[in-house]
């Protein structure tokens, strides 16, 4: 994120939330900022007959959103007030230009979250290449009304359920290793952790160090993760 629009994200969110919100927040931002590009990452088979069925709530629902001719008005509304709102328009309509779904949660009519699906490759470089069939989930959020009832490992496994069918790729997703909910979460469903890594990119390269005690960890074509102290791949831009 360039230093504008951090700034413009701050600025934004003392206007909404008040200068007391705001020191807490930025608090926030220095214990990120120190676990910089530390990320666990995990993956999961998508194969139907291994993944366990998944409960559906009576109040909720979820939808997968493919264009932004599909996304209503209130949903793309509710979903760029989270920062700034021109920011946000500008991240939703690049990642369906480049064929990112949006799968929503939905109770009773109202959004509770949200995640973004991408496959084949990721909006940007990541720690090793991703194969056709293969896919990232990435950025998910549940808003605050709604946290604490289990939407975030529900939302994900639905999301797993519906591309299992018929698919022999593997399903990558990432949570910063400060973020104990998010860990959290991510055990509740079918990803297994694969290790901690750190990454930064050089003209056009990023380079991948593992640091966990089961990193080093690359993705073969079968699915099965092999051991690989430092690696370095190119954007699946490219």
């Known amino acids: 994120m360039s230093i504008s629009n951090a700034i413009s994200r701050l600025t934004e969110y003392c206007r909404r939330h008040g200068m007391a919100a705001t020191i807490r927040r930025a608090e926030l ?3 990120r900022a ?14 139907d007959r291994r993944l366990p069925q998944v409960k559906v709530p009576r109040a909720l629902r979820v939808e997968r959103i493919q264009s932004l001719t599909e996304l209503s008005t209130e949903h793309l509304h509710t979903i760029n007030s989270i920062w700034n709102p021109k ?8 990642r369906f230009e480049k064929g990112a779904s949006l799968w929503l949660v939905i109770s009773e009519d109202r959004l509770a979250g949200y995640g973004w699906v991408l496959q084949g490759r ?27 009832r289990g939407i975030n490992p529900y939302l994900i496994g639905r999301i797993l359920d519906g591309l299992a069918t018929n698919r022999a790729g593997r399903a990558f997703i990432e949570a910063a290793e400060w973020n104990d909910a998010q860990l959290s979460s991510l055990r509740k469903t079918p990803f297994c952790s694969l290790g901690t890594v750190r990454s930064f990119t050089i003209l056009g390269h990023t380079f991948a160090s593992w640091l966990s005690s089961d990193a080093g960890v690359q993705i073969d074509r079968s699915g099965e993760p092999t051991k690989q102290v430092f690696s370095t791949v190119r954007s699946n831009e490219e």
């Open 122 to 148: 990721t909006m940007e470089p990541y720690y090793f290449p991703l194969a056709k069939d293969d896919v990232h989930l990435f950025d998910f959020h549940v808003f605050p009304d709604y946290r604490g």
């Open 29 to 31: 931002g220095v214990k």
């Open 34 to 47: 120190l676990f910089a590009g530390r990320m666990t990452v995990f993956y999961c088979a998508l194969d």
């Open 87 to 94: 920011l946000a328009d500008r991240s939703v309509r690049e």
